[in-house]
């Protein structure tokens, strides 16, 4: 019996067309939560960049920064940054000016440079250009994530520059890098152990290649109909776009939503 859900925000929850959760997906997580459903938002955004998100539905618990900050209410339920010498390491590559990247702190998010890439980033989520600043202000301090705007064709910018980072990308524009080991199965474990529930008892809703973990660890792990082949292939079902209320198709197939 699915006692939890986690759901992926861009692309999954939240449209890149219209910046926002839609009327039917809104109806159905109200209606999860009549039936005594946890429901939990999965994402590699900053809490800073959920205001929009939070105030159209009270989630219980979030998983952020591709689970390395993890909340319900006012309790922390993992933090975890990066080790100071991947910080170093992601520094000295964004000093060389070759890409743009953000860091996002716990309380504070900037990047080094602005570009089109992170123009065109945050105007699809609808969110206000992070501030420029020197990338040596990271060094010493709680980083959780950054996102490097790199396409495949030249991540050995960073990627041969950094080993002691890992990263994941939902995005053919930029890579989400993140600690070694982290990733969003680790957020949920964090919430799920603090509501004394199991991850088969989970389902988990998300469209790129971050959600992976998350969606092999859960019970039942739903692709969106824009996931790439890759996370179709592991995913236990293929539902609609976030377009398509690909969310609400899911709930109906699996029994989690009446007709």
Avoid at 207 to 215: A, F, K, P
Avoid at 218 to 233: D, E, T
Wanted: proline share 5%.
């Amino acid at each position: 019996m699915v006692k939890a859900i986690f759901f992926d925000v861009d692309g999954t929850l939240v449209s890149f067309r219209t910046h926002a959760i839609s009327p039917a997906v809104l109806d159905a997580l109200g209606r999860l939560r009549e039936q005594g459903v946890l429901l939990f938002l999965s994402t590699g955004r900053h809490p800073l960049m959920l205001d929009g998100v939070r105030a159209a539905f009270p989630f219980d618990g979030y998983i952020t920064l591709s689970g390395q900050y993890c909340f319900c209410g006012d309790q922390v339920l993992r933090s975890q940054p990066m080790e100071p010498r991947a910080v170093e390491q992601l520094v000295a590559a964004a000093l060389t000016g070759a890409f743009s990247c953000i860091f996002l702190e716990r309380q504070e998010l900037y990047l080094n440079l602005a570009n089109q890439f992170t123009a065109r980033f945050m105007e699809q989520l609808h969110l206000p250009m992070p501030p420029v600043a020197d990338p040596r202000r990271a060094l010493g301090r709680e980083v959780y994530q950054a996102i490097a705007f790199l396409t495949r064709d030249n991540q050995s910018l960073l990627l041969d520059r950094a080993p002691e980072l890992e990263t994941t990308r939902w995005h053919p524009d930029f890579l989400d890098v993140i600690p070694r080991g982290g990733g969003k199965d680790l957020g949920m474990d964090a919430l799920l152990d603090h509501f004394g529930l199991r991850p088969e008892q989970a389902m988990a809703f998300g469209d790129g290649e971050n959600d992976l973990s998350m969606l092999v660890h859960a019970g039942v792990g739903v692709a969106m109909g824009s996931a790439s082949g890759a996370v179709k292939r592991r995913a236990d079902y293929v539902t609609g776009t976030v377009d398509e209320d690909g969310v609400v198709s899911a709930l109906r197939q699996f029994g989690l939503l009446a007709d």
